[in-house]
């Protein structure tokens, strides 16, 4: 089953309990994608520790994505609760790994084939090309992250999950955006 995962880290963060309240009585038990971000791998910050453990407390699926030099130590001081996929962007044994879109295919059980270059939310869609395709075709989980849209979708239909933030939030009517991605997706 395709699954759709809202990303945070451009969510209006002053009203983000009114936001997840919402998303909770559109979707029973949404999965949410948390961007873990230092400036040792891109120009961003996002949420430390303490907030990603409080925010884990919440009634939803994580999937949680590590833009980080040193991920594992990072790790060290975040809960599992309800985590069901880490992702990092270096082959670390027992995670998902991230790659960018310059880099070339990397197969595990689970791949984040990012369609923007990690660290910015809001970034216009790069098209994947063939490797979702690829991935697929040697057996791998492939989910999608950066750019998503209801204009982009169409692209990465193939993908088995797909983390959309800014065009979520962004929508006016969140039901029926959520309705036509996955319209889209289920085709």
Do not use: W
Not at 85 to 91: N, R, S, W
Not at 125 to 133: A, E, N, T, V, Y
Not at 147 to 166: E, H, K, T
């Amino acid at each position: 089953m395709k699954e759709v995962a809202i990303s945070i880290l451009n969510a209006p963060i002053l009203n983000l309990k009114n936001e997840l309240d919402v998303l909770a009585r559109m979707c029973p038990r949404p999965l949410l994608h948390l961007d873990i971000i230092d400036t040792s791998f891109t120009n961003n910050i996002s949420f430390g520790p303490s907030i990603v453990n409080q925010i884990l407390e919440l009634d939803f699926k994580f999937d949680l994505h590590f833009m980080i030099r040193s991920p594992l130590e990072l790790l060290k001081k975040i809960g599992n609760r309800n985590v069901s996929t880490i992702y990092m962007h270096q082959d670390v044994p027992g995670y998902g790994i991230a790659i960018n879109p310059d880099e070339p295919i990397v197969c595990k059980d689970k791949v984040l084939v990012m369609t923007v270059y990690a660290g910015e939310g809001n970034q216009s869609f790069i098209s994947p090309g063939d490797k979702i395709r690829e991935l697929k075709r040697q057996g791998c989980h492939v989910c999608v992250d950066g750019g998503i849209s209801l204009d982009s979708i169409a692209g990465v239909c193939d993908a088995d999950c797909f983390v959309i933030g800014s065009a979520y939030f962004q929508s006016k009517d969140k039901n029926a955006f959520l309705n036509s991605i996955y319209s889209m997706i289920n085709r």
